[in-house]
């Protein structure tokens, strides 16, 4: 699967004070689609270095205001990933040597030759993706190895880890929001599991579509004879889940009349069957979920204020997955190993512009879609590379739109060349002077785009 849609492109850093070597070698590596800065004195470099992150620098070992061994000194002190490549004159090969001992990755030798400082650069940056995807790997691993059934690396993510972390050991209760199908019954699931009732039950209800008099039932159980049908006693939810922890989904749905028998349990800690008149003590820990704003729907009056504040003693708000499109790839590796085993699939990947999509689409459905939409196209598929035909016909609409909607940069290119030619008339030296580019690369370009 290629993720490289989601990569942003690589920036690289020039330090040199002979500004023509600076522009040589600007212009090559911005072929290979790098973002590159220029800088005539190391002063000037190592202030932007703190400002903003580069993958590479390139830095002449003869400086006005530096040596370039003292910038790659500090480079390497202050920014280990960060990797330099040297230039060096001839006469300085020994001191060459020498940064690559501190930690340089090569050195190029003056007059500078580009294909070999592109090639260069290509396997420096090379290096520095690996080392960030190793580190990626292994914070996704860290992060799984603790919530296993969570998937995200993104900061809000993280965040969101730190909470279950801190409020699973406890044995407070916990407020989850989130919209639907952000994953907050996984989160619920989470703490139960990192806290010190592991071993004991996990109960989940879905407050949602049900009457007070099946609430009642399915949450405190009933007494033998309690209502017509009622052919033995049964055992609720919250007494099936003493010791362990009753997850309530869609907790704004409940009845008003059921938030005051569920108030009078947390407060107490014993319920009573339908029909029952014994009160049973049950240490169960509360768990809630909402994708309503509660805050909200206490000030509407359709929540009780006081069951609000017990429910909310922690609160953890899920993002949406618009807003964590980072771990989309992730997700999607996860479901595609999840479902090519279930259905015994060889699907590969997507295809790039299947990425594209996705990481487009604003997902309503969150995960939940997301899953959903992966689930669909292995199963659909007859390929190893899921490409957007196979996905829903929403997605496929989105699909066809993008592509009409970004033209490739060589159209865009050759439009831009071609209104500047009419704007000059067609005089190729004075529209060379306009795009800032030598005459030869100007005819080079209009022969390649069919301008000529």
Not at 104 to 121: G, S
Not at 378 to 403: F, M, N, Y
Request: aromatic share 6%; charged share 25%; hydrophobic share 40%.
């Amino acid at each position: 699967m290629s993720g490289d849609n989601d990569k942003i492109s690589p920036r690289v850093a020039v330090i040199d004070d002979e500004a023509i070597v600076c522009r040589e070698i600007k212009r090559g590596l911005e072929k290979d689609h790098y973002v590159v800065e220029t800088f005539l004195q190391g002063e000037a470099a190592l202030d932007r270095l703190s400002q903003i992150p580069f993958d590479l620098v390139l830095c002449d070992l003869m400086l006005q205001d530096h040596s370039g061994l003292e910038v790659l000194k500090t480079i390497k002190t202050r920014y280990p990933q960060t990797e330099v490549i040297i230039i060096t004159g001839y006469s300085s090969i020994d001191t060459a040597i020498e940064a690559i001992q501190v930690g340089a990755f090569h050195y190029v030798t003056k007059p500078v030759k580009m294909n070999e400082i592109r090639a260069l650069a290509a396997r420096a940056i090379e290096k520095v993706c690996l080392v960030k995807e190793k580190e990626a790997l292994k914070k996704a691993l860290d992060s799984r190895s603790r919530h296993p059934t969570i998937i995200g690396q993104s900061p809000l993510m993280q965040e969101v880890f730190h909470l279950i972390d801190k409020v699973a050991p406890l044995l407070c209760n916990v407020l989850i929001h989130g919209e639907s199908g952000t994953g907050k019954e996984l989160v619920a699931r989470a703490i139960h599991l990192q806290g010190s009732r592991r071993n004991q039950p996990f109960m989940s209800f879905n407050c949602g579509g049900f009457t007070e008099e099946l609430i009642a039932n399915e949450l405190f159980g009933h007494e033998k004879g309690a209502f017509t049908g009622a052919a033995g006693t049964k055992i609720g939810l919250l007494e099936a889940a003493h010791m362990g922890t009753v997850f309530l989904d869609e907790i704004s749905a409940m009845p008003t009349s059921m938030q005051v028998k569920l108030l009078r349990f947390i407060q107490e800690r014993t319920l009573l069957r339908v029909g029952g008149v014994k009160p049973i003590h049950v240490d169960a820990r509360i768990i809630a979920a909402s994708n309503q704003d509660l805050a909200e729907a206490v000030t509407n009056k359709t929540f009780r204020e006081d069951l609000f504040y017990r429910l909310n003693v922690v609160c953890i708000t899920l993002p949406p997955l618009r807003d964590r499109k980072e771990d989309i790839p992730l997700l999607v590796r996860h479901f595609l190993a999840k479902y090519t085993q279930a259905f015994s699939k060889k699907v590969k990947g997507l295809a790039p512009n299947t990425m594209e999509v996705l990481l487009n689409y604003p997902f309503p459905g969150n995960v939940r879609e997301l899953e959903n939409i992966i689930e669909r196209a292995v199963a659909l598929t007859d390929e190893s590379i899921i490409s957007p035909h196979d996905l829903p016909p929403d997605l496929q609409r989105l699909a066809a739109t993008s592509s009409e909607d970004w033209p490739s940069l060589e159209k865009k290119e050759r439009e831009y060349i071609r209104q500047v030619l009419i704007k000059t008339n067609y005089q190729k030296g004075l529209a060379a002077q306009t795009l800032k580019i030598p005459r030869t690369t100007l005819w080079r370009k209009m022969k390649r785009l069919g301008l000529s």
